[in-house]
């Protein structure tokens, strides 16, 4: 089955650095990555959209200048959240797309911890 | 607005026992209703999904229903086992390239 490795699964940074999150789908072409941000006890939020080559969409209150996307293959999409604060600590779970219906693969999540 | 309402928020069941899970959908553009599995520290996983085109739909031990006309699903957990203790979404999504719209999601317990 369609396999999407992130990494990494959890990470922990200092306030003001910045941390790349990768996501891969090992095994199919990823038109389209769906990145969330999960809270504890809480659901998934869509924080952007991105088409392999394309500028990502981000939804309302998401900063677009803090949590870069970048979709330069069609099997790699990396989130980096820029000079990270505290309440920046999430699980952030990506989400490939192979376009056709019900194509959604999720990675296993990075839980990120600001200090 | 939310466009997929999940109920309950939490439950409780014993071990053999039947948890129903049920979402109600506004949008009647959606054309895929998946249900995700989701354990603590990991993403979440496909359990089973339904078109708008089948009133029901099982695979092992799950079930969904769909009622269109009700703009209405569930998910049933036959036989539940300690082990399905988790995390359900159910979720939504138009055609395409478009993102699941995901429930507040149902915090299952199941007790032996």
């Known amino acids: 089955g369609a396999v999407v490795s992130q990494h990494p699964s959890w990470v922990i940074c200092k306030s003001g650095t910045s941390v790349k999150i990768e996501c891969r789908s090992l095994?199919?072409?990823?038109?389209?990555m769906f990145w969330y941000r999960q809270f504890p006890k809480q659901s998934l939020m869509l924080m952007a959209t991105s088409n392999e080559g394309s500028k990502a969409t981000y939804e309302q209150g998401v900063e677009k200048d803090k949590f870069l996307i970048n979709h330069a293959s069609l099997t790699l999409s990396t989130l980096t959240v820029t000079s990270a604060h505290p309440e920046d600590s999430s699980f952030y779970i990506c989400?490939?797309?192979?376009?056709?219906?019900?194509?959604?693969?999720f990675g296993s999540g990075t839980r990120l911890t600001v200090v | 607005q939310q466009q997929v309402k999940q109920s309950p928020q939490s439950l409780i069941v014993q071990k053999g026992g039947i948890p129903i899970i049920n979402c109600a959908y506004e949008?009647?553009?959606?054309?895929?209703f998946p249900w995700y599995q989701q354990f603590p520290g990991k993403g979440p996983a496909l359990l089973i999904a339904i078109r708008p085109d089948v009133s029901e739909k099982k695979e092992g031990r799950f079930t969904i229903s769909f009622n269109k006309s009700a703009k209405q699903f569930s998910l049933h957990i036959m036989d539940s086992q300690p082990g399905d203790s988790a995390t359900y979404f159910c979720a939504a999504s138009f055609s395409g390239n478009t993102p699941l719209v995901f429930g507040k999601g149902t915090r299952l317990s199941v007790i032996a």
């Open positions: 989400s490939a797309s192979s376009g056709r219906v019900g194509g959604y693969t």
């Open positions: 949008n009647t553009a959606f054309d895929y």
């Open positions: 095994d199919f072409q990823a038109t389209t």
